[in-house]
């Protein structure tokens, strides 16, 4: 029998009980605590429809769990224990500040100058040569040790210094002024000055087209046309890559330059260069290359003036990627960013005064173009002096 079913009544007694002995009364009532069941006599109180109560000590399935708190969701509590990677996390932070005064680019090659950074650190922490990764614990000593793990990695001290700008900028922002001290105290590699700019003339263009005759395909023929474009115009590497198909005017042989450097902070799109006569061919060649290609691939005509084989631009990593397999493929060794300091140098052989280089090159000063683009190689001005000398020779 279902116990259930004895409540509220009263048992008979065995047939084998005492006769002394009153019978056991067993008798249940509801209402009790702990107990489901309503007080006999009493029902429950039916409820409205829509103002049922939540029950303050079951959640909405029943099972006596306290429900959400209401409000704003708390944050996981570290308990105190150390980040994982707290020089990865100061680092996002910086990063995440510096952002909105930066360009995209520049924000994504901070992050992975920081990144490899982070990486010697750890390597260093890891060998137990500094006792901590934090960046707000990084002292004179672990500057010492990371200054030694560069060289024996064989970095230049260009490469160095460049390493050290960005470390301090990330230590400046948790209060760490330890880089700041050392350069003050001229304990670390300075920045050398510019480097000498080799020009590449004509001799060395028709090289590298030569060999590139050997490499087929879509990637080979962007690799053409930009190496080409590069050499006659100085545009810098970007300016090119998210050039539209409308910048190029065939009827004035004009481009125009719709990304600049400093687009919507210091530079404004819009300015114009000439595409020389030594140039207009390879334009016009190009041009007809990339209609094939986007009819065989069966794109509508898309806006970039060199577009991949989907129709999109190419992003920067995928630019550097397409030129490091052809030029590979074809023997040659270089970038595409010599070849704008090399067509300063060309307008500096051939006589332009320093305003209209700066002009040309579109620098908002001609200190930048007097200090970057003019430094040529050392030779150059020795063979200067060798012709002088040959004119004012007093002993034949």
């Not at 006769?19 to 409820?47: A, C, M």
């Not at 429809?49 to 570290?78: I, L, W, Y």
């Not at 067509?343 to 908002?364: E, P």
Request: glycine share 8%; hydrophobic share 35%; proline share 6%.
């Amino acid at each position: 029998m279902n116990p259930d079913d004895r409540v509220g009544r009263r048992l008979s007694p065995p047939s084998h009980a005492h006769t002394l002995k009153s019978p056991l009364t067993l008798t249940r009532y509801g209402g009790k605590e702990g107990d489901n069941l309503s007080p006999v006599g009493q029902q429950h109180e039916p409820r409205q429809a829509g103002h049922a109560g939540p029950n303050p000590d079951e959640d909405v399935d029943g099972n006596r769990k306290h429900g959400h708190r209401k409000g704003r969701k708390r944050k996981a509590r570290s308990m105190g224990r150390p980040l994982k990677d707290p020089f990865g996390a100061a680092a996002e932070k910086y990063l995440a500040k510096v952002a909105p005064f930066r360009s995209e680019y520049t924000v994504k090659e901070l992050r992975r100058k920081l990144r490899y950074i982070g990486t010697i650190i750890r390597e260093l922490h890891g060998s137990g040569a500094i006792p901590s990764i934090e960046p707000k614990n990084l002292d004179r000593d672990a500057i010492g040790q990371l200054l030694m793990q560069m060289r024996r990695k064989g970095f230049s001290p260009e490469y160095q210094a460049k390493i050290l700008v960005h470390l301090g900028l990330l230590l400046d922002s948790v209060q760490n002024n330890v880089i700041r001290e050392l350069r003050a105290l001229k304990m670390l590699p300075q920045r050398p000055g510019p480097k000498p700019i080799f020009v590449k003339s004509e001799d060395w263009l028709r090289e590298v087209l030569g060999k590139l005759e050997s490499v087929e395909g879509w990637m080979a023929e962007t690799v053409r046309f930009a190496v080409q474009v590069y050499f006659w115009t100085g545009l810098r590497v970007r300016e090119l890559r998210l050039a539209k198909l409308k910048d190029v005017d065939l009827t004035t042989w004009t481009m125009k330059i719709s990304a600049p450097k400093g687009l919507g902070r210091w530079a404004t799109g819009g300015e114009r260069i000439l595409v020389v006569p030594d140039l207009r061919p390879v334009v016009m060649d190009f041009l007809a290359a990339r209609s094939k290609m986007l009819e065989r691939m069966e794109i509508p005509d898309v806006e970039w003036l060199i577009p991949d084989t989907l129709g999109r631009h190419y992003s920067c990593d995928r630019w550097n990627c397409v030129r490091y397999k052809v030029f590979r493929q074809a023997g040659i060794q270089g970038d595409f960013r010599i070849l704008r300091p090399s067509f300063a140098m060309k307008l500096k052989d051939i006589g332009m005064v320093l305003d209209d280089r700066s002009r040309l090159l579109r620098h908002t000063s001609t200190e930048t173009t007097a200090k970057f683009y003019s430094n040529m190689e050392s030779l150059e001005p020795w063979a200067r002096v060798e012709e002088r000398l040959a004119k004012n020779r007093l002993i034949s």
